[in-house]
């Protein structure tokens, strides 16, 4: 089993959807967690840290569930600029930080 | 600015041949990393190093090598050893090693002739 888990998709959503995005991860020892988006052949950028009690950033709401180890990522009102890969990140402790990425989610937005 | 500079954007490797990509950064980081994305996967740790002088092995070490002399640089080698080096190749930085957010440089594309 991956130690993150992310449905690849790709998701095919038009414009003004709400899109929800979940991952998954298997070390209980998981500290820290984040959203990076990537656009094609570019580096991923820092989208949102995720926090346990939730949290927003305009159309993005990030949300941590550290029971059922998952977080997840809403986009409210898509724009055709949100098409991208979204990364699910984990900062896990294992006598040093170690981060795992998620294989990411395809989001493509259509006019 | 401040960031992290990878350099070149694309570079191709012949046969037998190795290959050092750069990675400079200003943001007084103390720790660095190298990953390798292939299509459709996650990032995959090749070495990472925390201090100057002194770097460690990650998940998929085979084939590179690598270097810390500045706390600026830390420059990847693919040898003649690494049997599949077609894929993306990204360094990142941090303040320090812990549960920090990652820095990206923009990437390098290496392509096999």
């Known amino acids: 089993r991956k130690e993150v888990e992310q449905d690849p998709g790709p998701f095919n959503v038009p414009e003004g959807a709400t899109v929800a995005f979940n991952c998954t991860y298997s070390?209980?020892?998981?500290?820290?967690f984040f959203w990076y988006r990537q656009d094609c052949r570019k580096e991923p950028k820092l989208l949102m840290s995720v926090y346990s009690s939730g949290n927003e950033d305009g159309r993005f709401t990030a949300q941590l569930n550290r029971a059922s180890q998952y977080i997840s990522l809403l986009i409210r009102d898509s724009k055709l600029s949100d098409s991208a890969t979204y990364l699910c990140v984990v900062n896990i402790w294992a006598g040093g930080f170690k981060t795992i990425f998620g294989a990411g989610t395809r989001l493509f937005v259509k006019a | 600015d401040g960031g992290i500079t990878q350099s070149p954007k694309y570079l191709f490797r012949k046969e037998g041949q190795n290959v050092t990509l750069s990675c400079e950064q200003n943001l007084n980081h103390d720790a660095m990393y190298w990953y390798r994305q292939d299509p459709g996967q996650g990032l995959r740790l090749i070495y990472y190093s925390q201090i100057v002088n002194d770097f460690q092995k990650g998940d998929i070490a085979e084939g590179y090598s690598v270097s810390r002399e500045k706390k600026e640089s830390f420059p990847l080698t693919v040898t003649s050893a690494q049997k599949n080096p077609t894929a993306f190749y990204l360094c990142?930085?941090?303040?320090?090693?812990?549960?920090?957010?990652?820095?990206f440089g923009s990437g390098t594309q290496l392509s096999v002739l």
């Open positions: 990142a930085s941090k303040r320090a090693e812990g549960g920090e957010k990652l820095f």
């Open positions: 070390n209980s020892a998981s500290q820290s």
